[in-house]
């Protein structure tokens, strides 16, 4: 019941919980490739059974509190989303992340969707620390990474098996008050 | 980060979740014994601890797909909520409750909330049949679902023991063709 | 090892366990149409592993003192039984119910299990308010609550969906009160 | 509601469960010391939550069929018990034992509610071997278990620590066939 | 990581765990019929997936204290190993067992380690009374614990159903006294 | 009962286990303030229940496959331990870490037992990417990892709330042939 409109294109985040299991899947079908290029993001959903399994893992997170994961819809179709995860309030710190189908590229939803959940994280949730980790071959996640004004803290060597390569993975970080500071001066973007 | 304005008046509904144990608490602290009369609610919570352990209930609950919770602010104070129970996506069933504190009563907070939760629950949770359940002397709570166009399906006699004292239970309810034809033709309130 | 005998003809009531799964599942083959015409009760026990499930369920709602399931055994074939369920005896409450094969209908058996049941359910354990719930087409099932003198507290509309039909459900209930009374003076059948 | 006659003087087993607690509780009071002279039955409720507990312990080993526990009532009273223990309906055998109050000893309680236990185990449940363990040193349960026709396996040396010191632990038994044929000619007494 | 030199034959003992799955595996597929022949150690493993499962059962236990599997290997091959059971520290007593594949028997493998095994729990962890428990005519088994210098306790008769035949166990024991008087004057084999 | 000799100097490597609460107890007492001075290590163990507690949560990770805690005996007292954690044999990678006493350092003791460990798991248990973690402050960790052969990969800045303050978290890493290269050209230290 609960949805923000990112913009005028029809594009808004909601919650996605295990019911959506076969708008899910639909979805995935759709980008799975492009998905998973980098990322095992929603591998192991591949029926309406697995697509459950995998948002019933977040929805049990959520319920703990170490993690969330928020669809983006299109004009009422899911398109992706957008997620926190080794959220930890004690620590004051979160992982970000976020996935796409190929249609809905190119139009700067994550972004959008990122700046509400960061805006969340950072002042409803106390975080101080907000950090993105992109394998190094993913030029798209990373210019998501540079675009919400985001340092490059460093890169973990070979730290992520997939698809049987070993990848470098980015790590990039927001402090909360690098995040007010850029609120109040935004880039023309 | 979610929220769904109810009005004009700075009336919002939002998840309430356990990070909001301390906001919860002194809502309860403000509201204990107007909110105990007939129901439990809240009852156990009498620390940050125990409050933050009620709402964990309710986000485990959640998680299962079996209730939800909901907080009312009215200008940023918590001061009441609306919740689902017992709630049957296969069986196309569910329950709906209430509780608010005193100084939040008159303004047709519940109601208002109470129109977005059962419109969610049928039109996107493929509801049918929707519940109230009310002590038979809580002439607020069964003004409630009158105003909201239930009908009164029976009395369970003696069947809430609240405070050493037994109470008969009214059971009202709304079935999805009902509400959607009330959409259409709302009462002028 | 314990069982009631019911009368003269062979009749008793017994625990029924997990260990009568091989049994349970040839008396429910051989009434599993009529059984489930208006209830699911054991249709997810379709062979030995998921017969020992079904009752497992109960054993394990049995440990947890919020049900119990007694068989019906007719000359030492298991031919039905009986149920309590939510029960809650703190709030002195519980729903009981029953089950049986065809060949077994016409004997009063329900009843006069039904009469040790709530004996126990309201003097050894403080029940106050016990309800039958049937689905308003079910005859015979209204007919037992009133031959248990009963009375009708309502009908819950629409609330249950069975084999893709909604039922009404109605609500039938006894106070231990009302059930003394009766003891005293009951009725010439 | 189950309960066994077990002879003309109001001696009756029941299936001893956690709603028994305060009973339970009032029953080891008067019989600790005598209780846990050889054995820490019971010796961790001291108060009603932790008598329930005890139950508990007992009612959860009941629902994965490894244990049961069942009271015995002396004209309306819990005097003692006897139950089974580690039984494994798969190899056929488990383990036995009772204990009682002071004030009910010398009426052959026991042997009489485990003629009922063991005729049920060996009979109903397959059972091929009944177990009984007794210090050595604690002459009335060895006893019992002579009186049951029971055969000595051998000392356990220094199998149990109780109250600081060691116990040899005698282990006696009794098989399907031999029960049987005791039944057909029993013992005088 | 941890491994102990049994001698100068290339025998090591080592922790066996969950990770060692294709090699257990592989190991019971050479000795399976030798050693189900009284214990049906290792018959649920009978591909990767259940040999992992068989090792995390005991990794569970491990966890709880309350067992623990070393490997046997040999010039680097496992070919067999030792565990404890029922282990109980606060009680002082723990059983104790072994198995091996065909080829690595007679070379008192199994006394070797049984030594370490027996040494660690008798002087680290303050065990007083280790068992031995085989299959009567299970001499090899019997023979060892006669070699480790234990003593009959007695013959728990029919207590082991294997393979549809019962099995007398019998049941040895050294006390830790015992143990360490031997370590003092050790026999001459 | 495994132990792996570091030198000549007495020190020793041995699995750190739940039965060593009271050992470890007292070994946090003596290194309380050093050790916690940039990690919460032990912070929680300050009895022998909460010690236990604490090795408990180890011991299950351990059965779990995803850390394993190992201490360091000198001349037969506990003076520190290393650890893995984040064990993600799947994806080749984990973090490992570790503890001292003040009396225990400046004799390489860490560096003694990290090499075993690292050893372990590049060479048995197929990590390529061996992670060091430590606050930019704590110059005596990072020495470790430098005389390692570690690569400093980055800052995870702000990343960890320690009493109260933001520390910056530098990570380090060795790869699996980085790591076997510097076995055959090991530095002259």
Redesign the interface.
């Known amino acids: ?4 409109r990112l913009g005028d294109d029809g594009a808004e985040l909601r ?1 996605l ?3 959506h299991a076969e708008e899910f899947l639909a979805h995935l079908d759709r980008g799975r490739d492009f998905v998973n290029q980098y990322i095992p993001f929603g591998s192991r959903a591949t029926d309406v059974t697995t697509a459950r399994e995998a948002l ?1 893992r977040y ?2 997170m ?2 703990a ?1 170490t993690a969330s994961v928020h669809g983006l819809w299109l004009d009422g179709t899911l398109v992706g989303g957008v997620l926190t995860l080794n959220f930890d ?5 979160c992982e970000v992340g976020c996935w796409l189908e190929p249609a809905a590229t190119g139009r700067g939803l994550v972004t959008r969707a990122m700046r ?2 960061i ?2 994280a950072v002042e ?2 106390g975080i ?2 907000v ?1 993105w980790v992109a394998a190094s071959g993913n030029t798209a996640s990373i210019a998501v990474a540079r675009r919400l004004g985001m ?11 997939h698809h049987g390569v ?1 990848h470098d993975l980015e ?1 990039w ?1 927001v ?1 909360a008050p690098e995040w007010r500071a850029r609120d109040r001066h935004p880039d023309p973007r």
Not at 1 to 4: D, G, N, S, T, V
Not at 89 to 93: F, L
């Open positions: 019941m609960y949805a923000i919650p919980e295990p019911w019933q929805a049990d959520r319920a509190d309030a004690a620590n004051g710190s509400v959940l805006d969340w409803q949730r101080h620390r950090e340092t490059r803290d460093g890169v973990r060597r070979a730290a992520h098996l070993r790590v970080s402090l």
